[in-house]
């Protein structure tokens, strides 16, 4: 059959041209020739047919999502290091920060210690530690200023106890994961851009000009670090107490 | 910057040890080699095992890369192609010990197919209608023979240029676009005969 001759084109040239046909390569002429063999043949009318229909079905395959955690395993096989990114997609397109790193490696890091601190026992005992540590530390001279609404009285106590317990409950969570992860920071911070480190240092000469020993705003400074600055360690959902900490002490 | 420049910036640095630059890499890439393996292997199991080791090949040879010659894609599809046919040689080899192995030979007239892909539980059409139609595309898919099926892959699912396929499987331009035919004549053929059944 392949010398049959129909419409002035043999099968051969027309299964020759069948591929280009079908990706529309064709010239006009040779498209005319062709769907006119095709018409005809008996042989290649139904081979273009269900060469055509192979095409639309496989073409009516989705490409299909890769499994959530491929990459992070392809990342554990190759390098060792999970993702250095959230997976957000959105996340996709730009490099993961200083911050993000760190967040990430504290959060998998500490994960398990997390859950046993954030249990209500555990933080009450650590929020009444924390309570008789400012007391000692208000007792050992620190400046009056620095706990402004300072009630003295028995009711006052009991209710400054109280408002503050509760922050510094938050608080306390924190100083110990804090001395833990500043080493660490440390360290990443070393191999990390340069141009943070100068960032850090600004932050650091800013942070010496503040002395106002108002922990609030400096809480809110914390949360402003989020986006492009390191952050020193976060436990889910709460905030740093590393200025606090350190303010205290310093005055 | 054009894609294969930035392709290739991001192997230079993953080969200077830049571990962003390899996420990078694995990020844009994994889906693709995924949906390869898929389509190919048959199991999103095996799909996954087979796209990482792809990627651990790559991550140990991508130094062999040339940069200067460019075709990022066709280099990590060859190498993702050379896996599959591996475990295909391995899986055939077990197979064969079940009677189970039938990949058909290239001849597209030599295709007892059809009876492949019929479930001995059920009735045809009870199985074909029970469920989507690109599952039942999917496994007609396997029961090509590895040469079509390769073929229809790169070119229908993956839009890839014939001459870019012919350098991927080593073969003639001609003989990529007579694969592509028979793969899709056949496909159409297995399909044609399940769902006459249903109807
Ligand atoms: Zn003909």
Redesign the interface.
Known sequence: MPGETHNGMQCNEF??L???ALDQKLSEGQQERFRAHARVCGKCGP?FA??????H???????????AN??N???A???G?Q???LQAPAA?EH??SLGERIREWADSLFAPVWGTVRQPRFAMSFGMAFFSLSVALSVAGVKPTDIKSADLSRSGLRRTYYTTTARMVKYYENIRLVYEIESKVQEIKKVTRPDERKQEKERERNHKNNTSGDPEPRQERNYSRDENQPVLASGPQNPLAVSVITTRRDV | MEDAQIVNSLVRRCIAGDAVAWEEIVQRYNRRIYNICYRFAGSADDAQDLTQEVFIKMYRTLSSYDVERGAFMTWLTTMTRNLLVDHFRKTKQDRVTDSMDAAPSEHEDAMPLSEQIEDKRLPPDARVQSRETGEVVHEALQKLSPELREAVILRDLQDMDYRDIAAVLKVPEGTVKSRINRGRAELARLLQRIYRQVM
């Open positions: 299964e020759t069948l591929f280009d081979m269900e060469v055509e229909a192979g095409q079905w496989l073409k009516s395959l989705a490409e299909v999502e890769s499994p491929l990459v395993e392809i990342l096989a190759t390098t290091i993702s250095y990114r996709a490099r993961a």
